[in-house]
């Protein structure tokens, strides 16, 4: 059985990059190769250096291993990574707590006169 304790499934995918790592492979048509991953994280910040990408490359694959351990992604033969259907049900709940924290922010004044009552 998967390991579904939310504060660790949580505490991984807020570490740095493991969202962006999803949205990769959630745009992706078949899946990514960690190499895909690490190639677009590294582009977005101006770095297109092969060695640079190799060596980042082996700290991607062991993120990409552990959100596997975890049970948010799958892997195939060909080492594409997808997302798992708890990883879907993670990114849901990602996207639905992050529109709650916008309306927080946006009505922050309404919010904290009602809490004052």
């Not at 060596?55 to 992604?73: A, D, P, Q, T």
């Amino acid at each position: 059985m998967i390991n579904t304790d939310l504060t660790t499934l949580m505490a991984e995918l807020l570490n740095n990059d493991r969202f962006d790592y999803l949205e990769i492979i959630l745009n992706s048509e078949h899946g990514a190769t960690s190499l895909d991953i690490t190639r677009r994280i590294l582009k977005s910040r101006g770095i297109t250096q092969e060695d640079k990408i190799r060596r980042e490359n082996i700290k991607v694959n062991k993120r990409l291993r552990k959100l596997i351990k975890l049970g948010i992604l799958d892997s195939n033969q060909r080492g594409e990574y997808t997302i798992s259907s708890l990883g879907y049900l993670l990114l849901d709940s990602w996207k639905e707590l992050t529109e709650k924290a916008e309306t927080m922010k946006k009505f922050h004044e309404f919010f904290e006169s009602q809490g004052n009552q």
